[in-house]
């Protein structure tokens, strides 16, 4: 009790260092707190936690290591990331690359001493944050390579088939010579496939997709009947939204859809 | 585009610069005895020696005189039951000099650690005992409140 009582007060100190509005709002890790202590450039004369310029860097702080749990925030999201200037961001990158360092040789440690490491969901945090930071950063690039020039400056990708017929997505990349003169990629692609041996495969392959579609269609359809049987007077729109691929008019005729008894005729 | 997309270096091109690194390192507990200004780590397995110094040296801000790197081969365990092999992951590994006056020696985390959880348990078990004793005290008078009594 007594310890999250000073770890809150802690958390108060810090957040009171960096005299930001908006920063009670987002996440209240202290690595956080001492990367938005430290992009406050206009707060600057402020005084926030020194930097720690050692190796002891790798190591979470020293009030942590016999803790059993120890409480951070959530993730940086993209909204919050959006925000930021390219400069926070570069240094964000930064902070998070460090805490990420300290937390896996935490954990190596802990693994090593037979220990359990305390709040493992600090590391996905970090992961998160860091995917979130480079999502942003992508969208700013594609955004201005298409102002400059007119595409998204992503890298290219086309559709080619393999060596088994298959369609798959080819990452392009550059090459230092051009393909007609690049003798090896030309004796690669004379090795001899897209033949008889790749039609029959493919023949097969598609034989295949082709019967796990049919027999899915099948068993719906079976099913649909086998409702209406049991159930003659089940809700049709019910089994329309269910089973979308299915003819429920047509199948309401049908004779496997009757039931074992004499139908009502009203008279 | 990418911020993992690099255009391919050519001789003569200026040097290709990395925005956001997502190399990661460890500094870990050597298995070896070390002379007391060589550290450890455990890095990516994309990392070259360049890259280790370059690391430590920029984003770390710490002085490195020589780095040297090997790759550890993963331990090989024959599955007892079914005899297998399963095989766990290769790992780089980077032995870092600093400078001849530096001196590290990995710090011992969990020493406190038996003593503080004992220290609690003993707490733990001084209030069941006190709950305990409340419990038979009031035994013969089920429901009056603690404060009543001699």
Not at chain 1, 232 to 257: H, I, T, W, Y
Request: charged share 30%.
């Amino acid at each position: 009790m007594s310890s999250t009582l000073i770890k809150c007060f802690n958390l108060a100190k810090t957040v009171r260092a960096a005299t930001v509005k908006g920063f009670l709002t987002s996440p209240q890790q202290q690595w956080q707190a001492w990367s938005a202590a430290a992009l406050q450039t206009p707060h600057a004369q402020l005084h926030t936690s020194p930097a720690r310029r050692d190796l002891m860097e790798f190591f979470d702080d020293k009030k942590h290591w016999s803790e059993n749990e120890v409480k951070v925030g959530r993730a940086w999201r993209t909204d919050e990331l959006r925000i930021k200037s390219n400069k926070e961001l570069h240094q964000l990158w930064f902070v998070l690359l460090k805490e990420r360092n300290m937390l896996m040789t935490m954990e190596h440690e802990c693994n090593d001493k037979m220990e359990i490491f305390p709040n493992p969901e600090r590391v996905d945090k970090v992961k998160i944050s860091m995917e979130n930071l480079e999502t942003v950063v992508r969208e700013r690039n594609k955004a201005y390579h298409l102002l400059e020039t007119g595409e998204t400056g992503e890298r290219p990708q086309k559709a080619v088939k393999n060596a088994f017929g298959l369609q798959v997505n080819y990452k392009m990349c550059e090459h230092v010579l051009p393909p007609f003169m690049n003798l090896k990629w030309i004796k690669s692609r004379n090795i001899g496939f897209g033949g008889r041996a790749v039609n029959r495969f493919l023949l097969k392959y598609r034989e295949q997709l082709y019967n796990a579609k049919r027999k899915a269609k099948n068993r719906s359809r079976n099913e649909v009947m086998m409702i209406l049987r049991r159930n003659p007077n089940f809700d049709l729109d019910v089994l329309r939204r269910k089973f979308p691929d299915v003819n429920v008019d047509k199948l309401r005729n049908e004779d496997k859809a009757r039931g074992h008894y004499v139908p009502k005729v009203d008279v | 585009m990418s911020s993992r997309w690099y255009p391919i270096y050519q001789r003569g091109n200026p040097q290709l610069r990395v925005f956001l690194p997502n190399f990661w390192m460890k500094l870990i507990r050597p298995a070896e005895e070390q002379p007391p200004n060589v550290v450890t780590f455990s890095v990516s397995m994309e990392m070259t020696k360049y890259d280790v110094r370059n690391y430590l040296e920029k984003i770390y801000k710490l002085p490195v005189v020589d780095v040297r790197t090997r790759i550890a081969l993963g331990d090989t365990k024959r599955d007892q039951t079914y005899g297998y092999v399963t095989k766990k992951d290769d790992v780089k590994l980077a032995y870092v000099t600093l400078p001849k006056e530096e001196s590290f020696v990995f710090p011992e985390m969990f020493a406190e650690k038996a003593e503080k959880q004992a220290k609690e348990e003993k707490s733990l078990d001084e209030s069941k005992e006190g709950f305990k004793r409340f419990l038979d005290r009031n035994k013969k008078r089920p429901g009056t409140p603690g404060w009543f009594s001699i």
